[in-house]
């Protein structure tokens, strides 16, 4: 099973943080939410292209991003997790699972905040970014279109040019 994108694991943080009403440690909240989603010990060892991360701790990273940005969590210190009151709130007026609105709705949260920033339309800015794609993940296909352009592009020039 590949590894959820990230706007999956919004739901099993923000549960996983309700049970821990004092906070608790990014890396255990990775890893209950990598229990709950069912993930093998072959879908924890995939690493992003980057190497330097994880991709369930990189999505798990991003989804409680996007819980922070909709105002649901925080970071109390560097690497401790803990919801908000609104956060608590939330969880308890919102029993699950979650509809895929309202994890859209919590995903989506800062491309809206970004949109009423630059007074855009939202089709345009949704339909250019696929916001059940981390920040990272979209990074890495923008890059490996990029090196395959200019693959194609050289090798084209490749075979223009004379051996000698």
Known sequence: MPVPSYDRFIEPILRVLARHPNGMLARDAHDAAADTLGLS??????????????????????????????????????GYWKLTSAGERYVEQNPAPLSDAQVSQIAETDHRRRLRANALDESELLSENDTSASPDDRLEAALAEIRAKVAEELLETLSTVSPR
């Open 41 to 78: 010990l072959e879908d924890r060892a995939q690493i992003l292209p980057s190497g330097a991360q994880a991709v369930y701790k990189n999505r798990a990273g991003w989804a409680h991003d996007r819980l922070k940005r909709a105002g649901l969590s925080s970071s109390t210190r560097r």
